[in-house]
């Protein structure tokens, strides 16, 4: 289903893609980040709040590091501003960055066993499906992401995985 260069060029696409974001919230005023805008997660910085929070909890199930107190429904809160997600970001960019490139093929067969805080429950699903799930889900959100900034006249990046530095 997937192997480890997939696992590779995600995480490096997650990365580059959040490092556009960084250097374009830094120039926005928090009043505009948290304004809601009617988005499943309501403002810009919920939505990118929600994306930390769920790649904080995948990852914590995947490397087996830390992974965070804070409830589903207080993600989009998970930082106050701009400057402090965009730190939290670059770390768990690293972070997702170095389990990628340890990932071995291995690492992605057979089944990931977790509680699941959400659904309130044991859950079992195959890895391949839970990693493809992160990345999907990160590409879901920046989408709306992308959506709102347009919509305030501005201009993200480009999203095209060919136009990534260093594609292959």
């Not at 805008?37 to 930390?52: E, P, V, Y």
């Not at 997600?85 to 490139?101: Q, V």
């Not at 992160?134 to 060919?162: C, E, S, W, Y």
Request: hydrophobic letters at 40%; proline letters at 5%; charged letters at 20%.
């Amino acid at each position: 289903m997937i192997n480890p260069e997939y696992c590779q060029m995600m995480a490096r696409y997650n990365a580059w893609q959040n490092a556009g974001l960084r250097d374009m919230l830094r120039d926005i005023p928090t009043a505009e980040l948290t304004k809601d805008r009617g988005a499943f997660f309501g403002s810009i910085l919920g939505t990118l709040n929600h994306l930390l929070w769920a790649d904080t909890v995948w990852m914590s199930r995947l490397d087996g590091g830390p992974g965070t107190d804070v409830a589903m429904k207080d993600g989009p809160f998970m930082t106050p501003t701009a400057a402090v997600w965009s730190g939290d970001r670059f770390r768990m960019d690293g972070r997702i960055n170095l389990w990628a490139k340890q990932v071995k093929a291995l690492d992605l067969v057979g089944d990931l066993t977790w509680y699941s805080g959400v659904m309130q429950r044991q859950m079992a699903k195959p890895k391949a499906m839970c990693i493809m799930q992160i990345f999907n889900h990160q590409t879901h959100h920046r989408g709306q992401v992308h959506a709102m900034l347009t919509q305030m006249g501005l201009k993200p990046q480009d999203t095209d995985i060919p136009f990534m530095p260093d594609a292959v």
